[in-house]
């Protein structure tokens, strides 16, 4: 292992390399690095034309990670499981094909790492048939620049699976906390282990260079060897990285509590405003069973613990994150990804093994498009492409799923009283529509193959049937022609349409206990 500075780790990368890059957002993200590889483009043009690969977003959305290669003739290609917090400049040039880009579920690209690093032909998966990532839609395709087929549809012991070839990996840039003289590193201050030693390997068996950032150095031999994630033997440059490069989130320098050094109360949590969110995170709470695995999305889904701990009912919950946290409280905002009081933190390839194998019993999700068969966008929006994540894997295999979201956006104001809702102002965009924009969740496909499937709203909760969504509760307060169907792409089955529960609407609710002893245990 040698000690370089991040400008000599700029100078490593050669023009046309292929580099994976480690972290999520800005978690266990090496921004030091990357802000001296784009130092050296700037003073020297090179290096040129590299192709980028991360299994989730990279970067904050302002300054930091991916915004560091949105230069002209810098990247030429750029494969990701989300784009959400790449930058402004990098999604223009995707959207104005100045970069050739592909979207591909992130536990994928997880497992294809592993792949890479062992010399297999590649990833064989379900994961992705009949979405935007099925060669017979989209093949995870960006823009027209995109012409190669990285993903292939193929056929293997009279199966239908997606096939994704073994990328060659020329430099691997990954992070750490502690280094050992030898470059032994640990994960301790890291919030989540990831794929940073598949990663490692993975340039290793392509012969080619792993760059490891970390937050100090200490003498050989002084690391206990189960503290080590990522041998010495796979790394080949150290980078310090300073405290600003080296964030835990992308709003949190470092909190002990968030790496599972510290705990905190539960009551901690600060209660939800009684709005729409807090009615739809009722709702969907109410799908809840005890011990049941759970994992929770981002954004209204995420407000689901906050309400169990206003229940009192916490300790029933058995909460999950595909980034490999299991058991705790999940964090929001900047710090997604992350968890309070986790019982577990285990490699994100290890997690979506469990997820993809039908480990997960519910999923609570964000919704932002569906239709009359039950398909959900969430990846792309008025050409624009959001990405994934691991959207597709979630989705694929758990039993229960539950889309939560406002019935329309843009502009919508409710209020809550008196047991019921007013809808002051309507949205200005449908959710409801008659056809998505881009299939991230395919509804026939659940719905032949038996998966239980809800849409719950503020004013609506709809139920995934073979024959298209079927309504089947509106909230007190509602009209169900003026407020409900008016605001539809398609008519919903309706065969019986009940009246979801006034107490939900209530500044205090008590039911959820009741709620979750009802549907039993897992």
């Not at 209660?271 to 709470?285: C, G, N, Q, S, T």
């Not at 995420?302 to 490999?324: C, F, H, M, Q, R």
Request: proline share 4%; with cysteine.
């Amino acid at each position: 292992m040698k000690l370089i500075s991040a400008d000599e780790a700029g100078s490593l990368i050669k023009d046309e390399a292929t580099i994976f890059l480690g972290g999520l957002a800005m978690i266990s993200l090496p921004e030091e690095v990357l802000k001296g590889i784009e130092r050296r483009f700037l003073d020297t043009g090179h290096p040129r034309l590299l192709t980028t690969w991360a299994c989730g977003a990279i970067g904050n959305s302002r300054d930091g990670g991916m915004v560091h290669f949105a230069h002209p003739g810098m990247i030429r290609r750029t494969v990701a499981g989300h784009f959400g917090q790449t930058g402004k400049e990098l999604m223009k040039m995707i959207f104005d094909d100045q970069v050739e880009a592909y979207n591909f579920p992130q536990g994928s690209l997880s497992h294809l790492a592993r792949h890479i690093a062992a010399k297999t032909p590649g990833l064989l998966t379900k994961v992705g048939l009949g979405t935007f990532v099925d060669p017979r839609l989209e093949g995870g395709k960006l823009n027209a620049s995109a012409k190669d087929d990285l993903v292939q549809l193929v056929e293997f012991a009279g199966e239908e699976w997606l096939f994704y070839p073994r990328p060659h990996i020329d430099v691997a840039i990954i992070r750490g906390t502690v280094a050992d003289e030898n470059g032994n590193i640990t994960l301790d201050k890291e919030g989540v282990l990831l794929e940073q030693l598949a990663l490692a390997q993975a340039a290793k068996a392509c012969g080619g260079i792993v760059i490891a950032q970390v937050e100090r150095i200490v003498q050989a031999g002084s690391l206990h060897p189960k503290a080590v994630k990522i041998p010495g033997l796979v790394v080949d440059y150290v980078v310090i990285g300073k405290p600003e490069n080296h964030m835990q989130s992308i709003t949190t320098q470092f909190n002990p509590a968030l790496c599972g050094d510290a705990r905190v109360p539960v009551n901690s949590l600060e209660p939800m405003l009684l709005d729409e969110r807090k009615v739809i995170a009722r709702r969907a709470a109410m799908e809840l069973k005890e011990g049941a695995v759970t994992n929770l999305g981002i954004g209204i889904p995420a407000g689901i613990p906050s309400i169990a701990a206003e229940e009192g009912v916490s300790g029933l919950l058995t909460l999950s994150i595909e980034s490999g946290v299991n058991g705790g409280i999940p964090a929001q905002g900047g710090d997604f990804a992350l968890a309070y009081n986790a019982e577990s933190i285990i490699e994100q390839s290890a997690q979506f093994d469990f997820y993809d194998g039908g480990g997960l019993d519910a999923s609570f999700l964000g919704l932002a498009q569906t239709d009359n068969s039950g398909n959900v966008n969430v990846s792309k929006f008025n050409g624009r492409p959001v990405g994934c994540g691991g959207f597709v894997n979630i989705t694929r295999s758990t039993k229960k799923l539950v889309f939560c979201g406002s019935f329309t956006a843009g502009g919508l104001e409710v209020k809550v009283v008196d047991g019921a809702l007013q809808i002051l102002q309507e949205g200005k965009v449908p959710k409801f529509i008659k056809q998505v924009e881009q299939i991230t969740f395919n509804g026939l496909d659940a719905a032949r193959r038996g998966q239980e499937v809800l849409f719950v709203t503020e004013r609506a909760v709809f139920e995934l049937t073979p024959d298209g969504l079927e309504l089947t509760e509106i909230a007190p307060g509602v009209d169900l022609e003026r407020d409900v169907l008016a605001h539809m792409g398609f008519r919903p089955i309706m065969r019986d349409v009940k009246q979801m529960d006034a107490a939900l609407f209530q500044p205090a609710w008590g039911g959820l206990a009741v709620c979750i002893a009802a549907n039993g245990a897992k």
